[in-house]
Every structure is written in C-alpha cells, then in structure tokens.
C-alpha cells in the first residue's frame, strides 16, 4: 500500500450546548460517513477533551489545499455544519500545514 505525501490538515473546534454531546458525536459520525463518500481514502479523528466536557476537537489529513476547498464547499459540509448548528455554541475551523513530524514503530519503543 503507498502512503501519500501528506502535509494539509483540517481542525474543527466544536463547543456542544451542556447535555447534548450525544446528538453532537452522531451527527458528526453522520458528517463523516457523508464525506467519505465522496474522498474515499479520507480519515478524520474526533476527541472529546476531557477538561471541557462539551468541547470536541476534529481533525483530518487532506491529499491538497484543493481537496479540503471542496469539501468545505460542497452540499455535505454546508448542510452538514448547518443541520448542527441547534448543537452548538462555537464552531472554528481551521486548516493547518505540517510544520514538523516524527514517526517511530514497535522498536522505537
């Protein structure tokens, strides 16, 4: 299996109205499901911050500036984004370049 190159990231900052973490973490799974429609090969990660227990953070590697562009544009995210909204205090997203990295297997352990 090739690995891409991979140097663009998308962060989502979710901050969920108290109580309602759940209906949040299903919608976000649904968001997810949408979008690997569409970029197959995606992966997206979704953690719960354990001090703030409504916050969730999503972040995502991305093939190119271009790809995350589309996605964000398309139907799946502005209705996606959009149907959460009642869920939601704050959303900030972002999109990061890799600065640095550093990688170790089994025997670097």
Do not use: C
Request: aromatic share 10%; no cysteine.
């Amino acid at each position: 299996m090739e690995v891409a190159d991979v140097s663009v990231y998308t962060l989502g900052i979710w901050l969920v109205h108290p109580g309602r973490e759940n209906d949040f973490v299903q919608a976000w799974r649904d968001l997810a499901r949408k979008t690997k429609e569409d970029f197959p090969n995606g992966k997206a990660v979704l953690m719960h911050d354990r001090d703030v227990k409504n916050r969730f953070i999503s972040t995502g590697p991305w093939e190119s500036l271009e790809q995350v562009e589309q996605w964000r544009a398309s139907d799946v995210f502005t209705q996606s984004v959009e149907a959460m909204k009642d869920l939601l205090e704050h959303f900030e997203a972002r999109t990061l370049d890799e600065a640095a990295s550093i990688g170790w297997d089994a025997s670097d352990m």
